[in-house]
């Protein structure tokens, strides 16, 4: 249902430092470099950044976050281990997650804005 989503970031080249690691581990990359919006996907950009003075705050309670798919459990360890070495901020380390179903094995981070991020396996 959801062709991408953008999101604002206060400094541009931070936030892709961030993502290029990040995404990497889940098959990520950068698919569009211009100077106003940088697009990731795996073919085509799905998740775009662009520079701007206000990007939403962080607020948990909010409920928002966004969650990348992953191939493998190993990929979400090495997700958020590229997340938290290129800047982020630990919300939650790789593990199952029963509360959202028996094989949720799911990791999470923030990123340098405080979007918090997450990667999923269902395997």
Known sequence: MLD???IGVRDLAASCRFYDAALAPLGGRRVSDGTESIGYGREEGVFWLGPTDVPV????????????AADSREAVDAF???A????????GG??????????YYAAFVKDPDGYRIEAHCGK
């Open 80 to 82: 958020h281990a590229a």
């Open 4 to 6: 991408h989503v953008s």
């Open 57 to 68: 705050p962080p607020d948990e309670r909010s409920g928002l976050h966004f969650c990348f």
């Open 84 to 91: 938290l070495a290129a800047g982020g901020t630990d919300n």
């Open 94 to 103: 790789p593990g199952l997650r029963p509360e959202y179903g028996p094989k």
